[in-house]
């Protein structure tokens, strides 16, 4: 089965239906640098916000509207 190709707007789904277990989620299908890749090019244009570890993100008010 093919999987969907890996961007900010997989990464943006994933943090809105599985929270905090988004990178677990992830990683089942693509390689963990890719997905910290991703994590960190959603934050740094600001449609995530977080505090510890940039792969532990919550959407801020652009992201969960970019991703509806």
Request: negative net charge; aromatic residues 8%; proline residues 1%.
């Amino acid at each position: 089965m093919a999987h969907a190709e890996l961007n900010t707007d997989v990464v943006l789904a994933a943090i809105r239906d599985h929270g905090f277990a988004a990178y677990d989620v992830l990683v089942k299908d693509h390689p963990s640098d890719a997905v910290i890749m991703e994590f960190t090019r959603a934050a740094r244009e600001g449609f995530t916000t977080f505090g510890v570890a940039v792969h532990l993100a919550s959407l801020t008010d652009k992201g969960s509207k970019r991703v509806g």
